[in-house]
C-alpha cells in the first residue's frame, strides 16, 4: 500500500470517529432543562370556602399546598383519592403541619358551601382540607389556571362531571412544584411530598 493510500485511510478512519463520537454524544447526553420563567400551572383565582368566606390564591401562601379538583357526587375516584391524601398526611408525621389539602369543586351547580362542608368532614379525608367553590365562570377560571379538563356528562339532577385526577403540590410561595398522580398509594404520595419539602423545585 503506498503512502496517499495510507494517509487517506487514516483521515477517513480518524473522520469515521468523529462522527461516531458526535452521534454517541448526542444520543447518552441528557435533555437540558426548561427555561425557567412564569409557572404555567396556577395563578390568581377568587372562590369561596366551605364556610362561604372569599378566597383567592393567597390561601396557597405560607404552606405547602396539594391542590386537588373534584366533586362531591364523584362515584369513585375523589373519595378514594381523598382517603389516600388522608393517610399520606398521617404518614407525614411532623411535616404535616406544613402541608394543606385543598380540593376545588368543578360542579359549581350543587356544590355548595354547605354542601362541601358537609362532604368534607368525612375522618377518612385529610384533617383541615379546604373546600373550595364559586360561580361557573370563577371555577371555568380556575381549572383554566391548573390546566384542569372537566366536563358535564349526562342531564338531570345525577348528572356526573368528567374530570382530570392530577394532585398539584404548590410550594408556599403558591408555585406549583410537581403533580402527585392520584393512583399512587399514601406512602408513595407522603414521599413524594416530602421530597418535595427536602428538594423544592423553585
Known sequence: MNRNRIVLLVLGLALLAGIASLTFGVVTRAPAP??????????????????????????????????????TFCPDVCPTTLQSLGAAQRLLG??????????????????????LKAY??????????????????????????????????????????????????????????RVVAAQMAPRDMAAQISDAMDHPAS
Open 94 to 115: 411532623s411535616k404535616a403541619d406544613k402541608l394543606q389539602m385543598v380540593f376545588v369543586s368543578v360542579d359549581p351547580d350543587r356544590d355548595t358551601p354547605k354542601q
Open 120 to 177: 368534607l368532614s368525612d375522618a377518612a379525608f385529610a384533617k383541615g382540607i379546604v373546600g373550595l367553590t364559586g360561580t361557573p365562570a370563577q371555577v371555568a377560571a380556575v381549572a383554566k389556571a391548573y390546566g384542569v379538563y372537566y366536563a358535564k356528562d349526562g342531564s338531570g339532577p345525577d348528572y356526573a362531571v368528567n374530570h382530570s385526577s392530577a394532585i398539584y403540590l404548590m410550594d408556599p410561595k403558591g408555585r406549583f412544584d
Open 34 to 71: 426548561a427555561a425557567s420563567g412564569a409557572a404555567a400551572i396556577g395563578g390568581p383565582f377568587q372562590l369561596v370556602d366551605q364556610d362561604g368566606k372569599p378566597i383567592d390564591q393567597r390561601l396557597l401562601d405560607g404552606k405547602w399546598s396539594a391542590v386537588f379538583f373534584g366533586y
